[in-house]
Nanobody
Framework: QVQLIESGGGLVQAGDSLRLSCAVS????????MAWFRQAPGKEREFIVA????????DYADSVKGRFTVSQDYAKNTVYLQMNSLKPEDTAVYYC??????????????????WGQGTQVTVSS
């Protein structure tokens, strides 16, 4: 019922910035939580940040705190991930995900039932 489509990935140099988008289609619920994950080749999918649909509550992984910023736009049904000061270790496929929100954020992949197709981010040294 809810579909997610990521976009905005690309090839950049270390220190550059990218803005990823997650377009949400279908019926949206204000009590949903959205999240961004990433997965590098040969590694497990890693939690980056979660945000309540209202946009007023967020939870960042320590690895991206201070560099990445999540936001949302009600009118466009879109969640964004602004990535600054990118490092080669940020290279991964980035995914957005959704789940019901009741006041607690989750960092485990298994907690999210709806996923986008992913968008590739490559950061050269």
């Amino acid at each position: 019922q809810v579909q997610l489509i990521e976009s905005g990935g690309g090839l950049v140099q270390a220190g550059d910035s990218l803005r990823l988008s997650c377009a949400v289609s279908g019926r949206t619920v204000s009590s949903y939580a959205m999240a961004w994950f990433r997965q590098a080749p040969g590694k497990e999918r890693e939690f980056i940040v979660a945000i309540s649909w209202s946009g007023f509550r967020t939870d960042y992984a320590d690895s991206v705190k201070g560099r990445f910023t999540v936001s949302q736009d009600y009118a466009k049904n879109t969640v964004y991930l602004q990535m600054n000061s990118l490092k080669p270790e940020d290279t991964a496929v980035y995914y957005c995900a959704a789940r019901a929100y009741s006041g607690t954020f989750y960092a485990r992949v298994a907690e999210y039932g709806t996923w986008g197709q992913g968008t590739q981010v490559t950061v050269s040294s």
